[in-house]
């Protein structure tokens, strides 16, 4: 496989040169991993931490920045970030209102970041952690114990960073956080498998002409595959699987934030045919959608493919998801 990279061994370390070079409002520690906001920590504000495996860029570092994220930690090439990494983090960005950790179910993430709230609070740092486990394609899978943790981590790091750019206390950002992971369901879809740099080959077999129900952003096995079928009944199955449980919460006639999310290797022209035909689903089953963001915000490398989140909100929810936000990868009203 040609990759755009000096050497596997150095590809995260180069990302992050390059992240440092192309937007100096953060502050990135190479060495130690963790990328902060240079106005950290703010006075009065709670600081919003979250991190993970890198391959799944914008997330989470793309992210850092005005009304979003105080700081993020990127681990190795999907390996979670060390607890020494969050750590770090929570002291950079805490102004004395506490830290508030956003964590994908993956057994690594969950454990090292409970490892890390631990250490905090012997420091003295209040700290809380919401867990993101908004995939309903399947329970329990090689990396998880429950659902995978995927794209309802932009809306929880988003009206999370929001709230606590207002001035919100740590009880009510974590607060928010949980019912925005609550209310949100995601299925994703692969049409190829992921290179890693350090394997250089596809991570799982996908014969042509196939294609993967509920795949992971690991490349983690999905519900079934199928042969290939056309954007509008892959659309059928994602929202369907997602409306499933979503019409189970309250309210149920109310309006839904949309994510139609690349894998990374789709390109716009696809994802835009593809929300058409996501947005025609909804349209029939009598679901009114607020916003919507289309694009690759949480992506598995070179992974052909895409994924659908929904996410019930009230007027609060969304009058903070319209709220500003300037980062490298997601910016609006500043």
């Known amino acids: 496989m040609r990759m755009l990279i000096n050497n596997p061994k150095t590809v995260v370390a180069d990302a992050l040169r390059g992240m440092a070079a192309a937007h100096p409002e953060l502050a990135v520690d190479v060495e130690r991993r963790v990328v902060v906001r240079r106005d950290a920590p703010g006075g009065g504000r709670v600081g919003v931490v979250s991190g993970g495996g890198s391959g799944h860029e914008p997330l989470h570092a793309g992210f850092v920045g005005y009304g979003m994220l105080s700081a993020a930690c990127p681990g190795e090439v999907f390996t979670s970030p060390v607890p020494d990494q969050m750590l770090r983090a929570a002291a950079a960005v805490d102004g004395g209102q506490g ?4 964590v994908k179910n993956y057994t690594g993430d969950v454990l090292n970041f409970e490892m890390a709230a631990e250490l905090a ?5 209040r700290v809380e952690r919401v867990l993101v486990n908004d995939d ?3 329970t329990d899978s090689l990396y998880t114990a429950g659902r995978r943790g995927t794209g309802a981590t932009l809306f929880v790091e988003k009206i999370a960073g929001a709230a ?9 950002v974590a607060a928010l956080a949980r019912q925005v992971n609550a209310s949100s369901r995601s299925f994703g879809v692969a049409l190829s498998a992921c290179t890693t740099p350090a ?3 596809p991570t799982f077999d996908l014969p042509d002409g196939e294609l993967e129900l509920g795949i992971g952003i690991h490349g983690e096995p999905g519900r079934e595959r199928r042969a290939m079928m056309p954007a509008r009944e892959i659309a059928e199955i994602a929202v369907g699987a997602v409306l499933e449980e979503l019409t189970e919460l309250g309210p149920a006639d109310g309006p839904v934030l949309a994510l139609v999310n690349g894998m990374g290797a789709t390109p716009l022209l696809e994802l835009y045919g593809f929300h058409a035909e996501v947005a025609r689903v909804l349209a029939e089953r009598g679901v009114p959608v607020a916003r919507t963001l289309v694009g690759n915000y949480v992506t598995s490398l070179d992974m052909a493919g ?3 989140t929904l996410c019930r909100v009230d007027e609060e929810l969304l009058r903070l998801w319209d709220a500003p936000v300037r980062t490298a990868a997601l910016r609006w009203g500043c």
């Open 136 to 138: 309903v394609a399947v």
């Open 306 to 308: 895409c994924s659908v």
């Open 199 to 201: 394997k250089g080959s």
């Open 121 to 125: 609070e012997e420091d003295g740092l």
């Open 164 to 172: 606590a750019e207002e001035g919100a206390p740590l009880e009510r």
């Open 99 to 102: 830290v508030l950790f956003v």
